[in-house]
């Protein structure tokens, strides 16, 4: 029987918990309407209250931190992907592939999961990402550049954003000529 245990990251984003089965992540919940919703949700979609227990989620945890204060690029998390599947995973594995500190519109996304014209698709998976943050959904704008939605909270994305490119931005400059 698989372990399912949950530890809560208290981010400049709000309340996150992060739940793990085993040792790999299949969900991290930025806890807008908090944690104990999302304590619930999860329950309810894995059919068994996560023990709390920050063991497996302690390196993760330390991840976010060096994450948040512009010292990672990229996650190093093993991630269950059960809750996503087809189109949605590849699109949101195409995510992944985008540079930290840059951003790539929809249909460009679609054309890297290799569906171009699934532009709205790729919205759809990136709402329903059970992994933000970790697979870089806020990456993915439109085709305009302008932001969009993120879950009804796009002021935490042009948070991960500005902190993104201020890391670039004060790499490059620290950089000698």
Known sequence: MNRVTSTEYDGPIGPVLL????DALVRLDVAHGGIERARADISQRLGVVPDPDPGPGADLVAQLDEYFDGRRREFDVDLDWRFVRGFTRA?????????YGEVAA??????MAGVARAARAVGTACAASPFSIVVPVHRVVRADGSIGEY???????????????????????SEPV
Do not use: C, N, W
């Open 19 to 22: 739940t793990f089965v085993d």
């Open 91 to 99: 699109a949101l594995e195409a995510t992944r592939e985008i540079p």
């Open 106 to 111: 929809y249909g460009e996304v679609a054309m």
């Open 151 to 173: 879950g009804g909270h796009p002021e935490v994305k042009q948070y991960l954003l500005s902190l993104e490119s201020a890391a670039v931005a004060s790499e490059s400059l």
